[in-house]
């Protein structure tokens, strides 16, 4: 046998075969690239499945959130007319127990001293 006969038979064999594993390469090649096309599309549509339920949320607790935040500003104002009307309460309490000091010091001399209020003991 010779070189090209070799040859000739070599390439008889080996050439239906390197073709038929390049077929298989490239059909390996083209299903692993349509599996990432389809890992990205699914990853996608994963994404956009989680953003819509994300802004699903989002929706449902500013639902939930508005009465509470309506709520809480008027028991914040509530609580700052509260205050207001304590320290107003607060100034006329300590102006009495003053004016009831001031009138226990100058009552007449001889005349019985009314009694304080035992609420007041400690105040005047």
Known sequence: MTTTTILTMLTAI??????????????RVKARDDSRDNDREDAAANDARW?????NQRKDFELLLAPMRADLESVRREVAELRTLYDRIRALYRTACDYIRTLRARWPVGDPVPEIPTELIDEV
């Open 14 to 27: 080996l050439g239906p075969l390197l073709g038929f594993l390049g077929g298989l390469y490239a059909n």
């Open 51 to 55: 953003q819509a339920m994300l802004d």
